[in-house]
């Protein structure tokens, strides 16, 4: 395994990330809001030294310490990508759209060594979809057909998630979507 999603929200699906460590896959490429607190979930997959890159909006918190110590010493790849822009991307792959582009991030460090484009007089920097080989994502509710809810409040930018989980291409060629939940409703 490459590559895994995990996106860390409200909801982090702890049991799930514990279960990847006990697995043994490394080498990920982990795509989430943050990049961990305290030190479960996201920060012991990092803490166990599975994870090469960490691609996030919020890298640091106050309780952030297992990344900031590997992130400091080189021992994990750091991309910061704006939190709508990061919806966005995931959204795309499960469009199937190939790129796109977007205003956000111009003229910053965040658009360094990224193609930019003026369209109709304004600047674009272009973006790729975030793709994946796995998604681990931890609704609050899940159906017998594998339709999933989370919470309201909870849903924010985790409801592209969790339609990319659903719908991505790469998830129908292949790849998987594992969904920790804590209700399954039958016949409803």
């Known amino acids: 395994m490459s590559d895994a999603y995990l996106y860390a929200a409200a909801r982090t699906p702890v049991g799930l990330i514990d279960a990847l460590i006990r697995q043994g896959a490394g080498d990920l490429t982990v795509v989430s809001s943050n990049a961990g607190n305290g030190d479960v979930g996201l920060a012991a997959l990092l803490e166990a030294g599975r994870v090469r890159k960490m691609t996030c909006s919020f890298p640091r918190q106050s309780d952030s310490y297992v990344f900031d110590e590997l992130c400091r010493a080189g021992r994990?790849?750091?991309?910061?990508?704006?939190?709508?822009?990061?919806?966005?991307?995931?959204?795309a792959a499960g469009a199937g759209i190939g790129v796109f582009y977007?205003?956000?991030?111009?003229?910053?460090?965040?658009?360094?060594g990224k193609e930019t484009r003026e369209i109709d007089g304004l600047t674009y920097v272009l973006e790729h979809p975030i793709?994946?080989?796995?998604?681990?994502?931890?609704?609050?509710?899940?159906?017998a057909l594998g339709n999933l809810r989370r919470l309201p409040g909870a849903d924010g930018v985790?409801?592209?998630?969790?339609?990319?989980?659903?719908?991505?291409?790469?998830?129908?060629?292949g790849s998987t979507s594992i969904c920790s939940r804590d209700l399954v409703v039958y016949g409803a």
Do not use: F, Y
């Open 76 to 91: 994990v790849d750091l991309e910061v990508v704006p939190q709508g822009t990061l919806a966005e991307r995931m959204r």
């Open 102 to 112: 977007c205003p956000v991030g111009v003229g910053t460090p965040l658009a360094e």
């Open 131 to 143: 793709k994946g080989d796995v998604a681990l994502i931890s609704p609050h509710r899940a159906d």
């Open 158 to 173: 985790s409801g592209p998630w969790r339609r990319t989980a659903s719908r991505s291409r790469s998830c129908r060629n």
